[in-house]
């Protein structure tokens, strides 16, 4: 009996402990099957946005007021002019958007000068560009700044931030790392005086260039969707952490 008692508390503990385990683990696995649902409703509405028929630029009054959330992979389409201005070099090593991109290389950003003086800066499209070389992407990007309006069509994007890891800028070569198009304009003096850079940037989709270079093109959506396997793993956990229990305390009651 003495023996039983002093068993007592270690079950108890064990028990608790089990038992907030399970709540835990379950609690990951139903997160994770709810982040499932967000994430394909997340899939279908930027596929809707990416399918929808070219929407006309949004004035700048309206800049303000747009959000990534309502407004990231809006198509749009406008007449702008390439300004005879510094481009700016993006490195990427692919694309999650662009089915038809490999790397390593470069993202030609230039500002393109609206009729009333405002500027949208353009991602123009991708260079293969392994070395990240700046003459490349000069004698590419040189055969676009025509001064003839040109009628673009493409995607609404904001831009990225750095992160810890990321390289800094090098203004010299005019290479970026993220695609901060606000920092680029900056830099590299994009905006007139007295208007506006607008505050997000526009993924080119046409026109393409007669060399390809840059390449511009659609965009697809290829979100990482993992979440049922995560729920399984925590739903397996829980499990497991039950059947530890009971095999221990199986064990007990024969000791």
Do not use: C
């Not at 028990?15 to 997340?42: D, N």
């Not at 990482?224 to 221990?248: M, N, P, R, S």
């Amino acid at each position: 009996m003495t023996g039983l008692s002093s068993r007592r508390p270690a079950v108890a503990g064990f028990a608790v402990f089990t038992l907030l385990m399970v709540a835990a683990f379950t609690g990951l696995g139903i997160w994770q099957l709810q982040r499932r649902v967000e994430k394909h409703a997340l899939i279908a509405l930027l596929n809707e946005r990416l399918a929808a028929a070219p929407e006309a630029l949004p004035a700048p009054s309206q800049w303000s007021s747009l959000t990534s959330g309502k407004d990231e992979f809006r198509r749009i389409s406008f007449s702008a002019t390439y300004a005879p201005l510094p481009d700016a070099m993006v490195y990427s090593a692919g694309s999650a958007v662009r089915d038809d991109v490999s790397g390593p290389g470069t993202w030609a950003f230039l500002p393109a000068r609206l009729a009333d003086g405002n500027t949208i800066a353009v991602n123009a499209g991708f260079v293969q560009n392994t070395m990240q070389d700046r003459a490349q992407q000069d004698r590419a990007v040189r055969r676009l700044i025509t001064g003839d309006p040109v009628q673009f069509t493409g995607y609404i994007r904001f831009p990225e931030s750095a992160g810890t890891l990321t390289p800094p800028e090098s203004t010299a070569k005019r290479l970026w790392f993220t695609r901060d198009h606000l920092a680029m304009a900056r830099a590299l003096g994009w905006g007139e005086s007295g208007k506006a850079v607008a505050p997000f940037y526009v993924d080119l989709e046409t026109p393409v260039p007669e060399s390809g270079i840059p390449k511009p093109g659609p965009l697809s959506v290829r979100l990482k969707d993992d979440h049922l396997q995560y729920a399984v793993t925590w739903f397996t956990l829980a499990f497991a952490v039950v059947i530890a229990f009971g095999v221990w305390w199986r064990g007990q009651r024969r000791a």
